[in-house]
């Protein structure tokens, strides 16, 4: 924001105005550690990931659709810290005042006078559409079956390439095991509304409001989808386990996994495509253009996963 600031300056003639000079970065060279991949005809199918979970039961097969989910209710997952220091900048500086200053001084109030506006001007349009399918792995797939148990479509992902092997498929059951398991998927959206307002600010050269504004609906996007998570363990039966903080919740600290389409373990943004297919997320709004990318830009998409073991990790190339 700082930069926009001096850039403006600049742009608009400002008496002193000057951008800041370009720091040089000195970057350490790393020291790579390599470790023996399986030799030929050893290739990892499945790793050591238990098997014997119990297959939780589904409230509903198929999908729903939910809309006018009130602020409230999504409003208290929002992080904060990802807020504050990712997406809106904030920091100490030296002989300045604190990080805790600057949120009880700034942060705070700026956020509170933000989500009232977002209200008052209901400029929010949240809404989800969610399902639960049958499925099983094979390898590197997670197929989803119809209710026949026929294959309806598949997803494959990538496996490590060293350590644990791990593999998103691994994390239900195979379908040698003559069991069927089960998928959640979501999308999520905040609507366009505040989309349109964003734009305007920008449009108009209001660089600081409309990234602030910007930054609070891509992670009242993530809130949301955070909050349908946890409804979502609820409907399987495995939130027991969920921290009584929401910090404890950022930290994953609960039975299962949300996955978003982009990421190490399921980087291809093609999968979208599947998802769209299974959720028909235009019902809330949702389109997918042809980069696969969600419009909405206030929206996101998960596969969720409810076996213990499954968490966040880098997958490399496929052994």
């Keep these: 924001l700082?930069?926009?600031?001096?850039?403006?300056g600049v742009k608009r003639g400002v008496p002193g105005a000057t951008l800041p000079e370009l720091k040089q970065r000195r970057v350490r060279a790393a020291t790579v550690v390599t470790?023996?991949?399986p030799g030929e005809g050893e290739r990892v199918s499945r790793s050591d990931v238990a098997a014997d979970n119990p297959?939780?039961?589904p409230p509903f097969w198929g999908t729903r659709v939910v809309k006018?989910?009130?602020?409230?209710d999504y409003a208290s997952w929002l992080d904060e810290n990802a807020l504050f220091k990712g997406q809106w900048g904030l920091k100490a500086s030296r002989g300045g005042p604190s990080y805790e200053e600057l949120l009880e001084n700034e942060g705070r109030p700026r956020l509170r006078g933000l989500l009232e506006k977002l209200h008052t001007e209901s400029l929010l349009e949240a809404a989800v559409v969610h399902g639960y399918f049958p499925c099983v792995s094979k390898g590197d797939d997670l197929i989803i079956l119809d209710e026949n148990g026929s294959e309806r479509t598949r997803f494959t992902f990538p496996r490590q390439s060293r350590g644990r092997y791990l593999c998103l498929a691994d994390f239900f059951r195979s379908e040698d095991s003559g069991e069927t398991d089960v998928v959640g998927l979501q999308v999520v959206t905040v609507g366009s509304r505040i989309g349109e307002a964003t734009a305007k600010l920008f449009e108009a050269n209001a660089y600081r409001e409309y990234m602030e504004l910007h930054g609070l609906s891509v992670q009242l996007a993530?809130?949301?989808?955070?909050?349908?998570?946890a409804r979502v363990r609820s409907d399987l039966g495995i939130s027991a386990a969920d921290p009584a903080s929401v910090d404890g919740m950022f930290?994953?600290?609960y039975q299962g996994c949300r996955y978003s389409l982009g990421?190490?373990?399921c980087p291809d943004l093609e999968d979208r495509a599947k998802i769209a297919d299974l959720?028909?997320?235009?019902r809330i709004g949702v389109h997918l253009s042809e980069e696969f990318q969600l419009h909405p830009e206030q929206s996101t998409d998960a596969i969720v996963l409810h076996h213990p073991e499954a968490s966040y990790f880098n997958a490399g190339g496929r052994t």
Aim: aromatic share 8%; no cysteine; hydrophobic share 40%.
């Design 279 to 282: 959720l028909r997320p235009e």
């Design 55 to 57: 297959v939780p039961t």
């Design 222 to 229: 993530e809130a949301l989808a955070e909050y349908w998570h």
């Design 2 to 8: 700082r930069l926009m600031d001096a850039l403006m």
């Design 251 to 253: 930290r994953t600290e």
């Design 263 to 265: 990421y190490p373990a």
């Design 35 to 37: 470790e023996p991949e």
């Design 68 to 72: 006018g989910i009130p602020l409230k």
